[in-house]
């Protein structure tokens, strides 16, 4: 069913489009909305979309990294600075995907999809966004919790620290078809350490819940302590509380559960 | 509901079209150009028989916004060859038997281009990942590897 396409100049306008119609969405690389055109999702009558630069800026010279909403998975692999990203944005999809897919889309990405926002989520990120009434900045665990009521919005940018050293941060997808798969499950996390003893960890999980979540028992087991065989045990021991996974063609729900813990050890023991 | 006008160039000529909005850029072509050679394999971005380059770069043609296209130049596998010779890619995959029901062939001809456009000398894992996003369920894939990996030793690939 053909659909209004309506392209504005500057956010502000694409907010208010999108704010003020509830069948409109808005079309960042395209990997979500066309997908759902070309199923025939009738719920989408309007998409909206912005070509203002601001969207596909990258910045990140400075301890804040900045990356616009429109910005692809091939820019950040593009860029040398954001090499702690190249993970988790060469972890999707294939070239085309990456060359299409964007930041902002992949925070809509139901599961198995949304690699990229566990990164984002491990790095207690902020999300830019605009709505009809103006632009506020929403903490990224808030965003998700309320994923399904900010279709109305406009994400502009997610903003996040740079991790403090490379070992600081790691990622790990779980996935049956290497190179390329949807994920059986995602880990990311973020273990900044203040002497010898980790300050602020934060562990976030894919395709463990219908939206990237973080996983705050194993992160309890992590704060204040040194990353040992102990502390690692109890982390991944705690890794499936507060989880609820689901079935789907990759891995049943109690795989997933099985497996959490597993994947979480070797993220944290730094084994491939 | 009034069509859109849409003016791009097609495999280095310019074309003028109306779409409904919300056609994507496969319809675009094959129904309205023409152009059959870009498939329709799932419609979600997870085959990539529809791969096509847009300016220079790969892109699935099934989720790209047909308007989003005004003014920029696509290429599909109709203009790859140089008249009636084959593009070298072509002849390899010929060669190799990197073909069987050819319905991946495609995509996959078009996303190693676009990998040998920017690297004439990939390695093994180079070609694995530059088509990991196109599925072949003839082939086993090696053939396809072998091919590109042929077209990139002969050292015809052309930009």
Same mark, same amino acid.
């Given at each position: 069913?053909?659909v209004?396409v ?6 502000h306008? *694409? *907010?208010?489009?999108?704010s ?5 969405? =808005?079309? !960042?690389?395209?990997t979500l ?7 025939g999702?009738?719920?989408?009558s ?9 969207m ?11 990356l ?5 998975f ?13 993970g +988790? ?13 964007t930041?902002?889309g992949n925070?809509f990405a139901?599961?198995? =999809?949304?690699d ?17 009434l103006? !632009?506020?900045?929403? +903490?990224?665990?808030e ?8 279709t ?12 403090g050293?490379?070992d600081?941060?790691r =990622?790990?997808k779980?996935?049956r078809?290497k +190179?390329k ?6 880990l *990311?996390?973020?273990?900044p350490v203040? !002497? ?6 934060r ?6 819940a +219908? ?6 028992a ?5 704060e ?8 690692i045990?109890a982390?991944?021991?705690a890794?499936?509380e ?10 049943s729900?109690? =795989?997933?559960?099985e497996i959490? !813990?597993?994947?979480l050890?070797?993220l ?5 | 509901?009034a ?11 310019d ?7 919300g056609?994507?850029?496969l319809v675009?072509?094959r129904?309205?150009i023409?152009?059959?050679? &870009?498939?329709?394999?799932c419609?979600?971005g ?11 770069e ?10 989003t296209?005004?003014?920029r130049s696509v290429?599909?596998l ?8 084959l593009h070298?890619l072509? $002849? ?5 038997f990197a ?6 062939? /495609?995509?996959?001809?078009m ?7 920017r690297? &004439?000398? &990939?390695? $093994?894992?180079?070609v ?6 196109n599925?072949?369920r003839?082939?086993?894939?090696? /053939?396809?590897i072998?091919a590109v990996?042929?077209a ?5 690939? $052309?930009?």
């Open positions: 069913m053909p209004t309506k392209t504005f100049t500057n956010t306008d *694409a *907010a208010a489009a999108l003020s119609d509830r069948s409109a969405r =808005y079309l !960042g690389g395209g909305v066309m997908r759902a055109l070309n199923e999702d009738i719920s989408i309007t998409v909206v979309r912005a070509s203002d630069q601001a596909t800026r990258i910045d990140a010279s400075g301890s804040r990294i900045t616009g909403a429109g910005v692809t091939a820019r950040i692999l593009a860029e040398r600075d954001l090499a702690f990203l190249h +988790p944005a060469r972890s999707i999809g294939g070239p085309a995907v990456r060359n299409m897919g930041v902002g925070l139901p599961v198995p =999809y949304g990229f926002t566990v990164a984002m989520l491990a790095l207690d990120a902020m999300v830019s966004v605009q709505g009809g103006g !632009g506020r900045e929403i +903490p990224i665990d965003f998700l919790q309320s994923r399904d009521r900010q109305g919005v406009l994400v502009l940018a997610i903003s996040f620290a740079k991790p050293s490379a600081a941060f =990622y790990r779980i996935a078809i +190179p798969g949807g994920a059986v499950i995602t *990311a996390a973020h273990l203040n !002497g010898s003893r980790i300050v602020g960890a562990v976030a999980l894919g395709s463990m +219908p939206t990237p979540i973080r996983a705050r194993a992160e309890r087991a992590l204040g302590r040194a990353l040992d065989a102990s502390t045990s982390a991944a021991t890794a499936v507060g989880t609820s996974p689901g079935d789907n063609a990759l891995a729900a109690w =795989y997933r559960r959490v !813990g597993v994947h050890r070797r944290l023991s730094g084994q491939e | 509901m069509k859109t006008p849409l003016q791009f160039s097609h495999n280095g000529r074309v003028a079209i109306f779409v409904d909005g056609t994507n850029l675009a072509l129904e309205l023409g152009d059959m050679t &870009p498939k329709f394999g419609g979600q997870g085959c990539g028989t529809c791969s096509v380059l847009i300016d220079g790969l892109h699935l043609s099934c989720l790209t916004l047909a308007e296209i005004a003014g290429e599909t109709d203009g790859i060859k140089d008249g009636p010779n070298p072509q $002849r390899a995959f010929a060669d190799n073909a069987q029901c050819g319905y991946c062939t /495609p995509g996959m001809l996303a190693a281009k676009a990998l040998l456009d690297n &004439p000398q &990939p390695s $093994r894992a180079e694995v990942e530059a088509i990991s996003g599925i072949c003839c082939t086993g894939y090696e /053939p396809i072998n990996l042929a990139a030793s002969g050292g015809r690939a $052309r930009a």
